[in-house]
């Protein structure tokens, strides 16, 4: 009923010569996986022609990170309607890296959520505990709670969902699948509570050192839907792996 999705998230990598190459064969890898949606998040300053390098094909472009305003005085800023502007289709909102070095709070991630998907953008909503947070017993507490601030204003528009446990993202840690599933399960009853679009529909996806030798495990949990991949996305044939998975 949920179509797979894995997202790469190539944070500050590639130039835009080589996002086009890997994008490029993504896309190329893809005609030979009918049943599995992907999604790239290049740098800002590469989205449009990574855009054009995957137009025609399957493969969806994501912005990581945009401002809730279309206008203004911003410096520096992005916004939504320059994302679309430039072919995205989705954008990430809340990732830990932007929480925890850009100040980014939940209050903002619940504006940029609106922002988005009033320009008709879909948001990945990326929520996750700290590992103090983990060892003190409090995941469930704090991820429901950036997912109940984040989507508050969603109403029942389409939203993906991102669990990224933080001491899992680049660290080569991973939850186990059990231990990820219990999360996901819970979001997945938390989203009908918050009627975030229609619960069994939203895809929940797992980040936080996904890798093809993880993927299958993770991926055969009930309630995860897909994976949004870091370092392991920035390689064509290893990103392939993981959707073969
Ligand atoms: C991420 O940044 O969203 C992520 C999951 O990174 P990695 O796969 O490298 O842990």
């Known amino acids: 009923?949920?179509?797979?999705?894995?997202?790469?998230?190539?944070?500050?990598?590639?130039?835009?010569?080589?996002?086009?190459?890997?994008?490029?064969?993504?896309?190329?890898?893809?005609?030979?996986?009918?049943?599995?949606?992907?999604?790239?998040?290049?740098?800002?300053?590469?989205?449009?022609?990574?855009?054009?390098?995957?137009?025609?094909?399957?493969?969806?472009?994501?912005?990581?990170?945009?401002?809730?305003e279309n206008k203004g005085a911003f410096t520096g800023e992005l916004s939504p309607a320059l994302l679309k502007d430039a072919g995205a289709s989705h954008c990430i909102v809340g990732h830990s890296e932007r929480r925890s070095l850009f100040g980014e709070t939940s209050e903002h991630t619940q504006a940029k959520v609106q922002a988005l998907l009033d320009e008709g953008l879909t948001p990945i909503l990326c929520?996750?505990?700290?590992?103090?947070?983990?060892?003190?017993?409090?995941?469930?507490?704090?991820?429901l709670e950036q997912l109940r601030i984040g989507l508050a204003e969603a109403g029942g528009r389409e939203v993906i969902v991102a669990y990224e446990p933080v001491w899992a993202i680049g660290t080569g840690k991973t939850a186990t699948p059990a231990d990820a599933q219990a999360v996901h399960a819970a979001i997945r009853t938390a989203l009908g509570e918050l009627k975030a679009g229609a619960p069994d529909a939203v895809r929940v996806l797992y980040g936080g050192s996904v890798k093809p030798a993880n993927a299958a495990d993770l991926l055969a949990q009930p309630d995860i839907d897909g994976a949004l991949v870091g370092g392991a996305s920035l390689d064509a044939e290893s990103f392939l792996a993981i959707m073969r998975a």
Do not use: C, F, Y
């Open 127 to 143: 929520v996750g505990e700290r590992l103090d947070e983990r060892e003190a017993g409090k995941t469930l507490d704090v991820v």
């Open 1 to 68: 009923m949920r179509r797979r999705l894995i997202a790469g998230n190539w944070k500050l990598h590639k130039t835009r010569a080589e996002a086009v190459e890997l994008a490029q064969a993504v896309a190329e890898g893809m005609k030979e996986l009918p049943d599995v949606d992907g999604l790239v998040a290049p740098v800002s300053l590469s989205l449009a022609a990574v855009a054009e390098a995957a137009s025609g094909s399957r493969l969806q472009v994501a912005g990581q990170h945009a401002h809730s």
